[in-house]
């Protein structure tokens, strides 16, 4: 059986806030740091990984998502960081300041409902974040710590989330190519 492995989010597509993304990550790749950049047209905020799900499940988990109490609302981007800590960069992120506590209300109604569909629960629990770029080895490190530094308190912009998608990742040896399976906008 054929197996999607997909999440839920909200796209970043307002062309100002990807274009200062954008140039973030041209300041990231030009200290010569062993590292991937996000596409523009795969940065957005998760709200819930899924893994492999069936084509059935796409289904189901739409059926949630359609009953997601929200209107739109504004999302801060705004300020880097790094995963799991600035010891051990694995994934560089753009922050999110407004916004917040819509994206963890959203991310609370969905989770029991998700788990009740035979989903394993998140166990990363929910932090709202940007992924703009992935480190694949410590080569240039100190320099990444200082663009990081340099802004971590840097606004991107705001967006408007309308749209909540469910997505389907597909990986690829380029990186992985995003589809949108379902969407639900208000």
């Known amino acids: 059986m054929e197996m999607i492995r997909s999440f ?27 590292i991937k950049l ?14 492999e799900i069936t ?14 109490s929200f209107t739109p609302f504004d999302i801060e981007i705004r300020g880097l960081g790094a995963f799991p800590d600035m ?4 994934v560089i992120w753009a922050g999110v300041r407004k916004g917040i ?9 969905l989770e029991p409902n998700l788990q009740r569909l035979g989903l394993r629960p998140d166990d990363k629990g929910f932090s709202p974040h940007i992924t703009i770029a992935r480190v694949k080895t410590g080569r240039k490190r100190e320099e990444l710590i200082k663009v990081i530094r340099e802004f971590e308190d840097h606004s991107f912009g705001v967006i408007k989330a309308r749209c909540l998608r469910l997505k389907k990742s597909v990986l690829t040896p380029k990186g992985p190519i995003y589809s949108t399976l379902r969407e639900v906008c208000r």
């Open 8 to 34: 839920i989010a909200f796209d970043i597509e307002d062309e100002g806030v990807l274009r200062e993304l954008c140039r973030v990550q041209s300041t990231l790749a030009e200290t010569g740091a062993d």
């Open 38 to 51: 996000v596409e523009p047209e795969n940065i957005h905020i998760t709200i819930r990984f899924l893994g």
């Open 55 to 68: 084509p059935v499940m796409v289904d189901r988990v739409y059926n949630e998502m359609v009953k997601v």
């Open 87 to 90: 010891r051990h960069i694995n």
């Open 101 to 109: 506590n819509e994206l963890r209300n959203i991310y609370y109604q």
